[in-house]
Nanobody, 121 residues
Framework: VQLQASGGGLVQPGGSLRLSCDAS????????IGWFRQAPGKEREGLSY????????YYADSVTGRFTISRDNAKNTVYLQMNNLKPEDTAVYYC???????????????WGQGTQVTVSS
């Protein structure tokens, strides 16, 4: 079971990025997939998850209205579309998988390597 996050980079404030979480060794829609981030000196923050099978979605207040999570079952990939990015969105972003419907990081069993997102002018 492997997850790989990609799509990070440097973007100006107000810009957009789309992160991808590619899975291998398992079928993504049998798991809830969450996106998390961690900035230097800060605790890991749960941003969003998409529930298994139903596709129900959750967003943290900090990203509601700006970020959108989606799943492409054919590609076995989950995306995080990030719009109107702010400097405070700068962090390493991770995707993870769990059998539960939760944003609690401790409930996630499988984690991908992170991808750096830097929002700066």
């Amino acid at each position: 079971v492997q997850l790989q996050a990609s799509g990070g980079g440097l973007v100006q404030p107000g810009g957009s990025l789309r992160l991808s979480c590619d899975a291998s060794g398992f079928t993504l829609d049998y798991f809830a997939i969450g996106w998390f981030r961690q900035a230097p000196g800060k605790e890991r923050e749960g941003l969003s998850y998409i529930a298994k099978l139903s596709g129900w979605t959750y967003y943290a207040d900090s990203v509601t209205g700006r970020f959108t999570i989606s799943r492409d079952n054919a590609k076995n990939t989950v995306y995080l579309q990030m719009n109107n990015l702010k400097p405070e969105d700068t962090a390493v972003y991770y995707c993870a998988a769990t059998n539960m419907a939760t944003i609690r990081a401790e409930e996630y069993d499988y984690w991908g390597q992170g991808t750096q997102v830097t929002v700066s002018s």
